[in-house]
């Protein structure tokens, strides 16, 4: 693959007092329904990006278009075309074709002949008619709870393509490619004390890690900060992202945000086991109140309740006191508020420029905390 004919434009840093803030969470595999894990990750981000853009500028980095080339999508659309011939995907449910997804996690891999029209297909915008269903039944969700959209259905090719970016990691002395002798290509961190991570197979498969670097290669010159948001257990390879982002010049802060376990254990999405929990079911659950009180009830339990760890089973019950405690809040919530916003929002921040969505929103539940201003509640939350 050669470097791809533009790269997106990448902000001069900030000069004066704003700082600018790169929010750079994981994305999801539209392969399947939003469990209460990915609702949570999501929710986070939403909150830390809202918060932050008052006090910075923000700019908040989410592309499906830039992690479709990896194994786990084109397999999936593979295995659909060779299993489901030309089924009409329009009228599926989430449930539907994330049962998919379980039989072809399931299967036998794919080899790199067979995905390699899907991943040229991917270079140039194509997305199986599955996943741009599941996409767009997320947009609905996104609009439901009040998200974010950073560009769910849209094109949003990473900067660089992946020679592009190996040659530039090679630049930097961060690369070991054997690819000259039949071998994969490696990230290269050992000389600062961390191992050898594979980026691309012996046989030309990039994976998460590599997609990462042809995204954030580019852009992180520009930014005074890149915020990494991801699930706890790939906090070895963010590490290894957040020492290469470094070398470019911004401060590098990971975020790990836990899982949420389902009746005591957590399980990956390729076993399915979201029945009833998932985003939709959720939302529908929760159809006969006020969509602010949606909006807040579902951050409250989500950041605050659930917290960054992943100790806590999903609890419907507890998502419920979520909603009447978001009721209260709203109820409450106007008085005029003699201290400024940002500076209520600024007492979240630690030594790093964006807002903590945890420590922010838990304090919105103490028990002698004031009435949250409604320009809190509106700016941050609904």
Wanted: aromatic share 6%; charged share 20%.
């Amino acid at each position: 693959m050669t470097a791809l004919a533009t790269e997106p434009a990448a902000p001069q840093a900030a000069t004066g007092a704003a700082r600018r803030v790169l929010l750079a969470p994981i994305t999801i595999t539209p392969s399947k329904p939003l469990t209460p894990s990915h609702l949570k990750g999501l929710l986070w981000t939403d909150v830390m990006h809202r918060a932050t853009q008052s006090l910075a500028h923000v700019t908040h980095r989410s592309s499906h278009t830039t992690y479709h080339p990896t194994e786990q999508t084109l397999g999936f659309w593979e295995f659909l075309d060779r299993t489901e011939g030309d089924t009409d995907y329009g009228d599926l449910t989430e449930e539907d074709i994330g049962a998919l997804y379980v039989a072809f996690r399931a299967a036998a891999r794919p080899s790199a002949r067979d995905l390699r029209p899907y991943a040229e297909a991917a270079e140039h915008g194509w997305v199986h008619p599955a996943s741009t269903r599941v996409l767009t039944l997320w947009s609905g969700h996104y609009a439901r709870l009040g998200l974010h959209d950073p560009g769910l259905l849209r094109y949003q090719p990473p900067g660089l393509g992946l020679d592009a970016a190996l040659d530039r990691l090679a630049g930097l002395g961060m690369c070991l490619d054997q690819r000259a002798v039949g071998g994969p290509v490696f990230l290269d961190l050992t000389r600062h004390g961390l191992p050898l991570r594979q980026l691309v197979t012996a046989d030309g498969r990039p994976n998460y890690l590599a997609c990462a670097l042809r995204e954030l290669l580019p852009l992180a010159p520009g930014f005074d900060e890149i915020v990494l948001l991801y699930d706890t257990e790939l906090d070895s390879d963010h590490q290894q992202l957040a020492r290469v982002l470094a070398e470019l010049g911004p401060s590098v802060r990971r975020v790990p945000i836990g899982r949420v376990p389902i009746d005591g254990r957590i399980r990956s999405a390729r076993q399915g086991g979201w029945r009833d929990v998932h985003a939709g079911a959720l939302l529908d659950a929760a159809a006969g109140h006020d969509p602010a009180v949606v909006r807040l009830g579902m951050r409250l339990y989500f950041i605050a309740v659930l917290g960054p760890g992943q100790q806590q089973s999903f609890r419907p019950e507890l998502l419920a006191q979520s909603l009447k405690r978001a009721e209260r809040l709203l109820e409450s919530a106007g008085q005029p508020q003699s201290e400024p916003l940002t500076d209520r929002l600024a007492r979240h921040r630690k030594d790093h420029t964006y807002v903590d969505p945890y420590r922010l929103t838990s304090g919105l539940l103490g028990r002698r905390r004031a009435a949250p201003g409604l320009d809190l509640l509106t700016s941050v939350y609904l």
